[in-house]
T-cell receptor
Framework: GAVVSQHPSRVICKSGTSVKIECRSLDFQATTMFWYRQFPKQSLMLMATSNEGSKATYEQGVEKDKFLINHASLTLSTLTVTSAHPEDSSFYIC????????????FGPGTRLTVL | GQNIDQPTEMTATEGAIVQINCTYQTSGFNGLFWYQQHAGEAPTFLSYNVLDGLEEKGRFSSFLSRSKGYSYLLLKELQMKDSASYLCAVLDSNYQLIWGAGTKLIIKP
């Protein structure tokens, strides 16, 4: 149980375009989802926390107008990278936390974004 | 501020034992996690400690001392597939995970 999927797993896009990444909890309801970014040889950096039905909370230094997060249902959260630039190329990972469980986060497999 | 320290890189021999240390200073404590991450993949859960002591799970064990702000991950009978990064993360008072930078473990034959 506790499976989280992400789609797409890899995406290559041109500079200036927007990319949407989906994160789904397949067998549980995720009241909270987290979006992380990881650059090569660095640790995970939390970008934002999203709670179902409310606005996401962004970490300091993360532009909310550039990284749009929608958590419209208990099983789906989306991250849209708007007007992507090469410096946005990174590994984006989502995780989900089940209702009533404040401890464990279940991670998706990640999305490799390359902006040309 | 919140801080988690772990060694950047360690090298060990196949079949041996290695201990990866983690020290932390966080605002509140609701548990400490160890994750394994292979290159290009998402982290996978290894262990969770919230009380002091040693938790053993097969070849992997994790220890916690809350008074010292210290944990270690012990890997026994190392295999080549154990080559990966090992991430220490603490759940703070807001139930937010605070991540260490990770320890890259290199296993040599």
């Amino acid at each position: 149980g506790a499976v989280v999927s992400q789609h797409p797993s890899r995406v290559i896009c041109k500079s200036g375009t927007s990319v949407k990444i989906e994160c789904r909890s397949l067998d549980f309801q995720a009241t909270t989802m987290f979006w992380y970014r990881q650059f090569p040889k660095q640790s995970l950096m939390l970008m934002a926390t999203s709670n179902e039905g409310s606005k996401a909370t962004y970490e300091q230094g993360v532009e909310k107008d550039k990284f749009l997060i929608n958590h419209a249902s208990l099983t789906l959260s989306t991250l849209t990278v708007t007007s992507a630039h090469p410096e946005d190329s990174s590994f984006y990972i989502c995780s989900a936390r089940a209702a009533g469980d404040y401890n464990e986060q279940f991670f998706g497999p990640g999305t490799r974004l390359t902006v040309l | 501020g919140q801080n988690i320290d772990q060694p950047t890189e360690m090298t060990a021999t196949e079949g041996a034992i290695v201990q990866i240390n983690c020290t932390y200073q966080t605002s509140g404590f609701n548990g400490l996690f160890w994750y394994q991450q292979h290159a290009g993949e998402a982290p996978t859960f290894l262990s969770y400690n919230v009380l002091d002591g040693l938790e053993e799970k097969g070849r992997f064990s994790s220890f916690l001392s809350r008074s010292k702000g210290y944990s270690y991950l012990l890997l026994k009978e190392l295999q080549m597939k154990d080559s990966a990064s090992y991430l220490c993360a603490v759940l703070d008072s807001n139930y937010q995970l605070i991540w260490g930078a990770g320890t890259k473990l290199i296993i040599k034959p």
